[in-house]
């Protein structure tokens, strides 16, 4: 669709100037049949999502456009679903919080989910695909969730996939990071010590991932368990946090004791030789790594300071 301007010359003639819509040109892209001719579209959306505000456009065709992404990620082939998978985050960014985003997660749920658990090795569902689809159901989520059970069981979708030992690497990463963007909105009412003692394992034992990536994206989502649980005294830890404690959230009253008794928990293991399923890393080695992020975060703030 064209906007129209009219313009008036000496002669007094008239005649019609048209300018195009690119952000409707784009989106009339996603209706062609051609695989490369919505691969366009939607790298015209993503370019402009991102070089510019579109607020006013994405609310006017938000079902619109939000049905179109969705229609691609259902239909395409593993790099139209990754394309849509962005464009459709950034569609959610753009909306904001309200009552638009809720409804683009709720339908995007629906279908980001299920590429999320998919195994496949081809099509859609592929690695790529995966990735793409991790990371907009985190954006989706982060923007859209109306509850704190919708991001429970958003995050423990991602946990089932970066514990999965089968994944891909590129998945696993992705997993990590769309589940630390979203524990960054959990009260710290959900986060007892069952959860933190079962994530403590989880993420130590990704510590010794072969992927770089991996081991990366879990020393991050390990380090934002340190700081919004307050597990600032490990064993042999006090003396590495003593300058860079107090940094975190400092969650208070009962979690205060409920990290103490997963310090408990790990040390009475560590004594025992026990290494139980829900902490297959040693308490000790745990720490060490934990003491490492610590001391660089601590090496990165004086040098801020400085």
Same mark, same amino acid.
């Given at each position: 669709m064209s *906007? %129209?301007?009219?313009?008036?010359?000496?002669?007094?003639?008239?005649?019609d100037v048209y300018e195009t819509d690119a952000f409707e040109e784009a989106i009339d892209k996603l209706y062609e049949k051609r695989t490369d001719t919505r691969e366009t579209g939607?790298?015209?959306?993503?370019?402009?999502?991102?070089?510019?505000?579109?607020?006013?456009?994405? *609310?006017?065709?938000?079902e619109t456009l939000s049905s179109m992404l969705l229609r691609c990620l259902k239909k395409g082939g593993a790099s139209e679903a990754s394309l849509a998978a962005r464009a459709l985050g950034l569609h959610a960014i753009t909306l904001g919080s309200g009552s638009e985003a809720e409804g683009v997660w709720a339908q995007g749920r629906a279908v980001l989910a299920p590429m999320v658990q998919s195994r496949s090795a081809s099509g859609a569902s592929s690695a790529v695909a995966r990735t793409s689809a991790l990371e907009a159901l985190g954006v989706l989520c982060f923007v859209g969730a109306e509850g704190e059970?919708?991001?429970?069981?958003?995050?423990?979708?991602?946990?089932? *996939?970066?514990?999965?030992?089968?994944?891909?690497?590129e998945v696993k990463a992705a997993a990590l990071r769309t589940w630390a963007l979203l524990l960054t909105t959990v009260p710290g009412?959900?986060?007892?010590?069952p959860f933190v003692e079962r994530l403590l394992g989880l993420l130590g034992a990704l510590l010794h991932d072969g992927d770089v990536g991996v081991r990366t994206a879990a020393g991050d989502a390990l380090a934002l368990v340190y700081d919004v649980c307050g597990l600032a005294t490990l064993p042999g830890e006090?003396?590495?946090?003593?300058?860079?404690? %107090?940094?975190?959230?400092?969650?208070?009253?009962?979690?205060?004791?409920?990290?103490g008794e997963v310090r408990s928990r790990a040390r009475a293991r560590d004594e025992k030789g026990e290494r139980s399923g829900t902490l297959p890393v040693p308490a000790e080695e745990l720490s060490s790594a934990l003491e490492a992020l610590c001391v660089e975060d601590g090496e990165r703030g004086a040098a801020a300071e400085a």
């Open positions: *906007v %129209g301007e009219k313009s008036t010359f000496s002669d007094n003639d008239t005649y939607l790298k015209k959306l993503i370019s402009l999502f991102t070089s510019q505000w579109q607020f006013d456009d994405s *609310v006017l065709r938000c059970h919708e991001t429970m069981e958003t995050l423990e979708l991602c946990e089932g *996939v970066f514990s999965a030992l089968r994944a891909a690497p009412w959900h986060l007892g010590t006090a003396e590495a946090d003593s300058d860079v404690s %107090g940094r975190g959230f400092g969650l208070e009253g009962s979690f205060e004791e409920d990290a």
